[in-house]
């Protein structure tokens, strides 16, 4: 009998899959031949049992006559041509219910078959795919996006929980870009907000060491000039960051300024960072370079200080006594290569893998944001380099920040 089960497999399937105007019609032509089938049954069923009634007070050849009479009278029977006979009354009240059943079963059966087809029609084609429908939108309206919206009919019902479920996956996209601007934005603020620390350390620096030495004459009218015009590149510095961020909107839009430049002469303005932090918090500095005279380079030089600035600052943070910085060229001659190593703890295992993701870390600790390495991976990236970390085999972490300048 399997053939059969897989036949009305396959019919289900069909009214399923089908429009519902089409299942409604399905469900409509089988009921009015259902209805038609029954009636007709009925009817022909009531007045066999009737003709048997009939048949006790009546011969066979007048059958025709007294059952004319007798539905005329109900109560009398026809039994010879002048002679009637009076019907019981069981076989008067079975008479009766059979003919009300014969001419009324019609209306029986349609309201029969209405309530069914209605209550079949709602079952097959519409509870399902309206509770899919009506427990989605009760996900949505708290917020809830992670629930399943799947309906396989082909019908309009189906379309109609796919839609569902289209818009569900959009809000989910909108609901992830939202949260991706949020993000970026709260990176941008982070990375604003940090990047302002290394310039007013250094204008700091060498406002202390004015205030130190400039009283007792051991600064010369022309290292004034020097170190204000030193505070004075700061200030600038500071200016142009903000107004840079002030245009941006992510990080990503970051976009390096190149410039034709000497390196050296790059080189040596980080070496004066580094002198003019010496010393501060405890930590001594030193400085080595490889670079040579008469290398002219497209670079941004902000960029490159901004990097070097943060790795030194990050560095601060857990260096015990002394941080060495060391710049060179790649051996291609296309990258501009800055170490910055401390003598602290090193990285462990997991800040190898995670430190230049944002919010790692000592996030929000001592005025930290967990952001600095982040900010550093971004922008040697986008002058076209990259930032590795390790961990020196004497102790400490490595820092190294590659920039392309051919």
């Known amino acids: 009998m399997d053939w059969i089960e897989e036949i009305v497999e396959k019919i289900r399937k069909k009214l399923l899959d089908a429009s519902l105007k089409k299942s409604l019609a399905v469900y409509i032509a089988v009921a009015a031949a259902a209805v038609i089938c029954l009636s007709v049954g009925t009817g022909m069923l009531c007045e066999g049992w009737r003709k048997l009634i009939n048949m006790r007070y009546a011969p066979m050849d007048t059958a025709y006559e007294w059952e004319r009479e007798a539905e005329e009278d109900m109560s009398r029977i026809l039994v010879s041509g002048e002679y009637y006979s009076v019907m019981s009354g069981t076989d008067k009240s079975m008479y009766s219910v059979f003919w009300y059943i014969e001419n009324w079963c019609v209306l029986f059966y349609s309201i029969g078959a209405i309530i069914l087809v209605s209550w079949m029609f709602y079952r097959n084609k519409l509870e399902e795919p309206i509770t899919i429908i009506q427990d989605g939108a009760m996900h949505v309206s708290r917020g809830e996006l992670d629930f399943d919206c799947t309906y396989t009919a082909l019908d309009e019902m189906g379309e109609l ?70 505070i004075d590149d700061q200030v600038i510095r500071l200016r142009d960051f903000s107004n840079t961020m002030k245009e941006i909107n992510t990080m990503e839009e970051l976009e390096p300024k190149l410039k034709k430049q000497d390196i050296l002469a790059l080189v040596k303005k980080l070496k004066e960072t580094v002198l003019i932090l010496d010393g501060m918090e405890g930590i001594s500095f030193t400085f080595e370079h490889a670079v040579k005279e008469g290398k002219e380079v497209y670079a941004d030089e902000a960029m490159i200080m901004e990097v070097a600035e943060n790795l030194i600052s990050n560095a601060m943070r857990y260096a015990k006594e002394h941080i060495e910085l060391y710049a060179d060229i790649s051996e291609d001659g296309d990258y501009l290569q800055v170490y910055v190593q401390d003598d602290g703890p090193g990285f462990t295992r997991e800040g190898l893998e995670k430190a230049s993701k944002p919010y790692f870390g000592e996030k929000g600790k001592g005025g930290h944001f967990g952001i600095g390495l982040f900010i550093c991976k971004v922008l040697c990236e986008k002058h076209r380099g990259r930032l590795d970390l390790s961990n020196s085999i004497e102790g400490g972490a490595i820092c190294c920040a590659s920039f392309y300048i051919s």
């Open 161 to 230: 929980c796919g839609a569902f479920d289209a818009m569900r996956r959009r809000l989910i996209d909108n609901y992830q870009t939202t949260w991706n601007l949020m993000e970026e934005q709260r990176c941008l603020n982070a990375a604003f907000a940090h990047d302002l620390r290394t310039p007013l350390t250094v204008i700091r620096g060498y406002t202390e060491f004015l205030r130190t030495y400039y009283p007792t004459g051991k600064v010369s009218e022309e290292s004034l000039t020097e170190y204000l015009t030193l």
